[in-house]
């Protein structure tokens, strides 16, 4: 099967295929075979991207898609708050459909505003249920996806037993695979941090972690210490990490990845953007949770920038879409397959409107983007050349019977817990 994307701007993010004022992309089975000026294929399917910005689809390469049924609850959140309220007021109650709801509504929320590839940090803890009922709703979202399995989070045990198990289902290459979400220095042993890693080699594994930092804290060169950094780790957040600490990351080839919007609100400090690009690496970008901050990359991007050229001037707008394309694509060990328009690339592209007022004429699009985008613009999404939006609308998705669920579980959640959902709950961290 052939589809010929005509006459967009072509955003390639790929140095050697450059950027196209009017371009062709054709895919073939899936995969992106030739990108031109003009491409002469006359067996295939058009899609007319006149007006349109053509681009790889975004990757996000760490949100919490269990929480979304509790979207903007926790906007005025501290980061104790947050804990409190997520993981020890509601998490209790979930059940194995509600996570079910909440994870399939996030991902498709995801595509809707153009995020292709999405790594998913479970830390549910809950049950095999649970889990079982996460793989399921990203299997049923058509992206692609990383479930990245925090088994042992707030649970001291060892996990090897329930990684396997997952494992085994999530064994192949599809479109929904599996990472290893670590416990960290902060939150275990040394020793369980070396067997976790073990692991996740054993069983062709990248990892991800959250890291926090400050005072005599030092978590990554503890972990340099203990001959623990590894290429395929994504350390989170990482805010007040040292620029030596920093150089210890980009030494050992490990990524970092900034939910600018979840770190200044939540008070956990600047995002550490520049200084990653200082230390010599380059820096992703994530949503994090929606319970606290918007979910699209638009205004993650737009962030991250703000700031950045507030605190140094520093940073390009083409490199913030690096960072939330094929840099996030690297560090969820994707490059080979998606992040870039490139031939011999899986097909995961998204049309942008350049006929909107909001971004209305479209000069540079790579710097309109970065400072007006939102998911308004999505028009089209394909992922592995298959297209699961179109004309501004999901694809065989029945949304309004998926709004009414997700409906029902905060509901149930909120009364089993016992919490208002009118805008006066405010989590009290000295009673956890």
């Known amino acids: 099967m052939k589809t010929l994307l005509t006459g967009g701007t072509v955003v390639s993010m790929d140095p050697a295929v450059g950027d196209l004022d009017r371009g062709d992309v054709l895919i073939e089975d899936g995969v992106i075979v030739e990108v031109a000026e003009r491409v002469d294929a006359p067996d295939a399917e058009v899609i007319d991207a006149t007006d349109r910005i053509v681009m790889p689809g975004f990757v996000d390469n760490h949100r919490h898609t269990w ?108 479109l929904v695979t599996m990472a290893l979400g670590l416990r960290g220095p902060e939150d275990t042993s040394m020793g369980t941090v070396a067997r976790e890693l073990e692991l996740a080699a054993e069983l062709g594994l990248r990892t991800s972690l959250h890291v926090d930092a400050g005072g005599t804290r030092r978590p990554v060169a503890g972990l340099r210490e203990h001959g623990l950094l590894r290429d395929t780790t994504t350390f989170v957040h990482a805010n007040g990490v040292s620029d030596e600490e920093l150089r210890m990351l980009a030494d050992a080839g490990s990524s970092l990845s900034i939910s600018p919007d979840v770190e200044l609100k939540m008070g956990f400090g600047s995002p550490m953007t520049g200084r990653a690009l200082a230390a010599g690496l380059r820096p992703t970008l994530s949503v994090d949770d929606v319970p606290s901050a918007g979910g699209d990359m638009f205004s993650t991007m737009r962030t991250a920038f703000a700031v950045q050229r507030g605190l140094d001037g520093g940073l390009r707008s083409r490199d913030l879409l690096e960072f939330a394309t094929v840099d996030a694509a690297r560090s ?101």
């Open 67 to 174: 929480q979304t049924a509790f979207r903007g609850v926790g906007a005025d959140w501290t980061f104790p708050e947050w804990a409190v309220a997520m993981h020890g007021t509601v998490k209790p109650h979930y059940q194995p459909e509600d996570v079910y709801t909440g994870t399939l509504l996030g991902r498709l929320e995801a595509l809707h505003s153009g995020v292709t590839t999405m790594l998913d940090w479970y830390h549910v803890a809950r049950s095999h249920e649970h889990e079982d009922a996460a793989v399921a709703a990203l299997r049923d979202a058509p992206g692609r996806s990383v479930f990245c399995l925090g088994a042992g989070w707030g649970t001291p045990g060892p996990v090897d037993d329930e990684i396997r198990r997952v494992r085994s289902d999530l064994a192949g290459d599809g």
């Open 332 to 432: 969820c060990g994707l490059d080979a397959r998606t992040g870039s328009i490139t031939p011999g690339k899986d097909a995961d592209v998204i049309l942008l409107r350049a006929d909107d007022l909001t971004v209305f004429p479209v000069t540079d699009p790579v710097a309109t983007l970065v400072s007006a985008g939102h998911p308004g613009l999505v028009d089209t999404v394909l992922v592995a050349g298959r297209v699961v939006k179109r004309d501004g609308v999901l694809v065989g998705v029945d949304v309004a019977a998926l709004r009414t669920r997700l409906i029902a579980s905060r509901d149930r959640i909120a009364a089993a817990a016992g919490i208002p959902l009118d805008g006066t709950w405010r989590p009290r961290p000295e009673s956890a």
